[in-house]
Structures are given as structure tokens and as C-alpha cells.
């Protein structure tokens, strides 16, 4: 597949740099940043999931603590003062 992306002359640059330096194609270079990028947004979107859940869960299950002991955690933690 064939995708025509414009990039800044900077950007360019820097990725022709990139590639030279792996001695590599710029296109395959390009390629394998793009996979990576999209690969490790998944699993951010995977892993936030998995933590939104495990609090819904722990919620469910009884295990939480209202907002004033966590601020209270927080202000002896931070040695806030008291509001």
C-alpha cells in the first residue's frame, strides 16, 4: 500500500538521518516507527482498560476509601496544611 504523508523539512531530515545511520531505507525506517507507535498505543489503551476495570472491581468488592482519608494521606504524605 502506497501513503503519501508531508513532513516538515526538520522532520525529514531527521528521519533520513535515522535511517542512514541503520543504513536502512527511509520508507522502511518510516514503516517501522509508524508500527511501533500504533503498537504501543494499543497496549496504553489495553492496560488502561485493565486498570479502569480493576478499580470498578476493587469497587465493587468493597475495597475503597472515602476522599477524606486519601486527601488526609495526601496532606501528611506532602506535608500539606489542612484546609
Known sequence: MTIVVTLS??????????????????????????ANILQRE??????????????LDDFEAGRFRSFQEFAEEQRRKYNLPTG
Open 42 to 55: 494499543t497496549q496504553d489503551s489495553e492496560e488502561a482498560i485493565k486498570g479502569i476495570q480493576q478499580g
Open 9 to 34: 523539512p526538520e522532520l525529514e531530515a531527521l528521519l533520513r538521518d535515522k535511517a542512514a545511520r541503520q543504513g536502512q531505507d527511509v520508507s522502511v525506517v518510516a514503516s517501522e516507527l509508524l
